[in-house]
């Protein structure tokens, strides 16, 4: 069964920083795009970062790129989002995804003003 | 950036009723490759997004027959033949043709009349 779970999110003041995590397994991790999506409260899903099967590439959405960093660790399935000088527009469930095809149950990160 | 947009963005069903959403991407879905990267999510009320098609017209495993996409170029539908209880929620086109970012519509809420 693949699974994806996400940890790391919670409360934090503005200026503040968080690192997600995102375990996998059932799937063949390493051979995965993996993403993270971001769903403010009562709004829509929006793209955040990306980052290829060994690691060699990633991108940013304009809106986190210079603060958040995208990276992952083949050897511990585990895919990680570093958060810092978070603000409050920050504020979201954040979704690990494999491909598009996997998907976690998301992590709330809340920034606080 | 290509941007999606979705019509209707509220769609009142009756069960056992077909139901159609629309989806528009602002320039050609037509990667370099010669494939359309054009997907389709679902997301239940409290649950994750869920892919329901890929590449414009498949299906993923598990996702029923009722469920059909089509379109080219920029110009996309998702139809639900026969609409069940279970459907209801709310429905993301994404493109992942040119990207940085892949960009997903405002998505379509759909809810039983």
């Known amino acids: 069964e693949v699974q994806l779970v996400e940890s790391g999110g919670g409360l934090v003041q503005s200026g503040g920083s968080l690192r997600l995590s995102c375990a996998a397994s059932?799937?063949?991790?390493?051979?995965?795009?993996m993403h993270w999506v971001r769903q403010a409260p009562g709004k829509g899903l929006v793209w955040v970062s990306h980052?290829?099967?060994?690691?060699?590439?990633?991108s940013y959405a304009d809106s986190v790129k210079g603060r958040f960093t995208i990276s992952r660790d083949n050897a511990k399935n585990t895919l990680y989002l570093q958060m810092n000088s978070l603000r409050a527009e920050d504020t979201a469930v954040y979704y690990c995804?494999?491909?598009?095809?996997?998907w976690g149950q998301g992590t709330l990160v809340a920034v606080s003003s | 950036d290509v941007v999606m947009t979705q019509s209707p963005l509220s769609l009142p069903v009756t069960p056992g009723q077909p139901a159609s959403i629309s989806c528009r991407s602002s320039?050609?879905?037509?990667?370099?490759?010669?494939?359309?990267?054009l997907n389709w999510f679902q997301q239940r009320p409290g649950q994750s997004p869920r892919r329901l098609i890929y590449?414009?017209?498949n299906r993923e495993s598990g996702v029923p027959d009722r469920f059909s996409g089509s379109g080219s170029g920029t110009d996309f539908t998702l139809k639900i033949s026969r609409v069940e209880a279970e459907d209801v929620g709310i429905y993301y086109c994404m493109q992942g043709s040119h990207w940085p970012p892949w960009t997903f519509g405002q998505g379509t809420k759909v809810e039983i009349q």
């Open positions: 059932g799937f063949t991790f390493n051979k995965y795009w």
């Open positions: 980052i290829n099967s060994d690691g060699s590439s990633r």
């Open positions: 590449k414009v017209s």
């Open positions: 995804a494999g491909s598009f095809g996997y």
């Open positions: 320039q050609s879905l037509v990667s370099s490759d010669g494939n359309t990267y």
